[in-house]
């Protein structure tokens, strides 16, 4: 999409907005100054004759004889905030640049103490103002070379390299379905959009080579001018594909009026060698410039703080969810370690019971003798010494009262005139090992 609707600045501290009546003479104005001037005037070309975008333009006071100074809004398409005055092209007749000190002072339309954006623009421009805005910030640049095609009526007559197996290929205009996979592949896609991809191929001369029904290669004309965002597949390189594209393009574009130049990186050989080939030469070098004040830092927007508070509060609340549950975790264990106390301690009761013999029980004898360490010495019968130790009460055998699960037995093992002892049947004790001893029931 287009950028918001933004109140446009009818004049700055330096610089007036031109009336479109205005523009025609503008235009004149930087056709005197070709090749340097190439970018900015195929920009107001493009815009007079197509309106592919919206932009302002703006000389200084004092234009054009006393300040040949001039800046269009906005620089490119998109930029971070997509404001109207976030950025700016700038053309300075290269014995002139002394005035670029206007731009440098320009407070209204243009805010130096935040991030300002310079779409490409002659270097010697760009160096001037880097000059002026030291001690300020910083300036990243990205350079591009303008190479341009003075003899575009002689590309055809270039012979095409050898290509194998193009009996399927042919060059043919792009349409709208394909501008969101060119824009995604762009590599200036975060300042050029979607939407200008849509326009220019709607409105501006844009091709593709077709390798059967798919895209293998595609190019189109600029806004400012340019053929640019050539590219070609991987699978498909090598097949001279872009021979063919430039071709079909260079023609295209003179005959609609307009001058026929692309940007080529310094770094790429393939361009330049394939530009060479097809009559262009390099005119001048450009930059893209990022000036940033020292110490800036992006301000959050409403709807970002409005997102941070509610990650904010979400973490605040996990916390929180955390700490309640190992709170609930320690209580856990603490009932579990009473639990187990308790269990221990029971244990421990049912240790100190006094150990009961079971009627009937058959002695193990393989087992070793077992003491009883509830009966003093002199409790401890001395006549059953090899035998189980009985509990002596008053000097008198006495076998304890024993429950069992099967069966229950009661013995009373008196004195001699006493009653006579009765008992159950016998059982077999179901505590293994525990030193039963067996007795046999009977009447006296």
């Not at 001690?135 to 591009?144: D, E, I, K, Q």
């Not at 330049?272 to 893209?288: C, D, E, N």
């Amino acid at each position: 999409m287009e950028r918001p609707e933004e109140a446009v600045q009818e004049r700055g501290r330096n610089f007036r907005l031109l009336h479109p009546e205005e523009l025609p003479q503008l235009l004149d104005f930087l056709t005197g100054y070709l090749p340097e001037s190439l970018k900015f005037h195929q920009t107001l070309l493009t815009y007079l004759e197509e309106r592919v975008w919206e932009f302002h333009f703006y000389v200084a006071d004092g234009w054009p004889k006393q300040s040949p100074i001039c800046l269009h809004f906005p620089g490119m398409t998109l930029s971070p905030h997509g404001t109207l005055y976030e950025s700016v092209g700038v053309f300075c007749p290269g014995d002139r640049l002394e005035l670029l000190k206007l731009l440098r002072t320009e407070d209204v339309l243009l805010d130096w103490s935040r991030p300002l954006y310079i779409n490409f623009t002659h270097c010697d421009i760009v160096d001037e103002l880097v000059r002026l805005y030291e001690g300020t910030g910083t300036v990243n640049r990205v350079l591009g070379d303008i190479w341009a095609c003075e003899e575009p009526e002689k590309t055809v007559e270039i012979e095409e390299e050898a290509e194998e197996s193009q009996t399927d290929v042919r060059v043919q205009p792009l349409r709208p379905e394909h501008a969101e996979g060119i824009h995604e592949l762009y590599t200036a896609n975060d300042m050029e959009c979607h939407e200008l991809f849509l326009r220019l191929i709607k409105t501006l001369p844009a091709a593709g080579v077709f390798a059967g029904d798919r895209l293998a290669a595609w190019m189109v004309q600029s806004y400012y001018g340019a053929m640019f965002s050539m590219q070609t597949r991987p699978e498909f390189r090598r097949k001279g594909y872009g021979t063919k594209l430039a071709r079909y393009l260079i023609k295209a574009v003179a005959d609609r009026g307009y001058n026929s130049f692309v940007f080529i990186r310094p770094e790429n050989e393939a361009s330049r060698s394939l530009y060479t080939k097809l009559g262009f030469r390099k005119l001048y070098q450009t930059a893209r410039a990022i000036f940033t004040p020292e110490g800036w830092e992006e301000p959050e927007s409403e709807g970002n703080l409005f997102l941070r508070e509610n990650l904010e509060n979400a973490v605040r609340q996990l916390k929180h969810r955390v700490v309640m549950d190992a709170i609930c975790d320690e209580k856990e264990e603490e009932a579990e370690e009473e639990d187990a106390e308790e269990e221990e301690e029971e244990e421990d009761q049912d240790r100190v019971a006094i150990p009961t013999p079971v009627l009937g029980s058959p002695v193990d004898s393989s087992a070793p003798p077992t003491s009883n360490k509830y009966a003093s010495e002199e409790d401890v019968d001395p006549g059953t010494a090899n035998d189980e130790p009985v509990l002596l009460v008053n000097g008198n055998r006495r076998v304890p009262r024993t429950e069992d699960k099967e069966s229950r037995c009661v013995t009373d093992l008196d004195r001699e005139d006493e009653k006579e002892t009765v008992c159950a049947p016998s059982v077999e004790d179901s505590n293994e090992g525990d030193g039963g001893t067996e007795f046999s029931a009977g009447r006296n």
